[in-house]
């Protein structure tokens, strides 16, 4: 199997299977306070989101 990198580290499959778990557990979307979307025309751009 490929190895997976994230960032220049090499995730393990325990790390996938941990992330799986929590995803198909759900998330409560208004505690993960990511941009929408939807903005006004004249809004900047935002930033990207570091989450590492």
């Known amino acids: ?3 997976r990198i ?3 580290k090499e995730i393990s499959d325990e790390q ?3 992330w799986v778990d ?3 557990a759900g998330y409560d979307v ?3 306070g990511l941009w929408t979307g939807v903005s006004e ?3 900047p751009v ?3 989101v ?3």
């Open 30 to 32: 208004t505690q993960l």
């Open 50 to 52: 570091e989450s590492w």
């Open 22 to 24: 929590e995803a198909e």
């Open 1 to 3: 199997m490929a190895k």
């Open 46 to 48: 935002p930033e990207p």
């Open 6 to 8: 994230i960032q220049g």
């Open 16 to 18: 996938v299977e941990a």
């Open 41 to 43: 025309p004249d809004d």
